[in-house]
Structures are given as C-alpha cells and as structure tokens.
Nanobody, 124 residues
Framework: QVVLVESGGGLVQAGGSLRLSCAAS????????MGWFRQAPGKEREFVAV????????DYADSVKGRFTISRDNTKNTVYLRMNSLKPEDTAVYFC?????????????????WGQGTQVTVSS
C-alpha cells in the first residue's frame, strides 16, 4: 500500500508558476515510477508527466513540454511538478500516481496508487 498526498495547487494568473508536491508513504518510494495526471471538468484524466524510479528518465505530454518539469527526491519520498508559463487550459485537478515498474507508462490504467488531487486554476 502506498499513500500519496498532493499539495501546492492554487489560483495563479496566466504566465505564472506553481510547484506541486506529492509526498508518499508506505512501500519503498524508490520502487515506483511516479506520474502526474490532470482532469478538467467534463474531460477524461490525461497524462502530464512521468519519472522513473531513479529520476534518469522522464516523459511529458506535448501540451506541457518545455513548460513543466517533473523531478523526485527519493530521500524525501516526494515527487514534484514545476509548472511555468501556465495557461488557462492548464486548469484542472492534478493527481500524482505510483506505478510499480521499472519502465515508464503514460496511461492511467497502468498506475497502482493515486492521490486525492490538488486544484490548479489559471486565470486569464
């Protein structure tokens, strides 16, 4: 069992920045690839970013490449999502998720554990 708790969401103006954090407890954090997903009202949950267990491999959705950066600190059992140049279309509930694998996946169906989500709202 892995428990994930996101924080760092909020209201920001377009062009601004936020850093989301996801703290994990339970099974060894470094055993898991970690992903960020988001879900806007009326839309399906979509992939944002993923990082492998060591931090040596990452992947991003095309819509956030060059603006968002995923990182992790295995000593703190925490994964981060730095979001720069935010746009109104980035508005969503952001979820972190844990995937017990050495490879990275972009489908939410591959993830074993989910946090409760944190709201990010970008005003124009």
């Amino acid at each position: 069992q892995v428990v994930l708790v996101e924080s760092g969401g909020g209201l920001v103006q377009a062009g601004g920045s936020l850093r989301l954090s996801c703290a994990a407890s339970g099974r060894p954090f470094r055993s898991y690839a970690m992903g960020w997903f988001r879900q806007a009202p009326g839309k399906e949950r979509e992939f944002v970013a993923v990082i492998n267990w060591s931090g040596s491999s990452t992947d991003y959705a095309d819509s956030v490449k060059g603006r968002f950066t995923i990182s992790r600190d295995n000593t703190k059992n925490t994964v981060y999502l730095r979001m720069n140049s935010l746009k109104p279309e980035d508005t969503a509930v952001y979820f972190c998720a844990a995937d017990n694998t050495i490879v990275i996946h972009t489908s939410p169906l591959d993830y074993d554990y989910w946090g409760q989500g944190t709201q990010v709202t970008v005003s124009s």
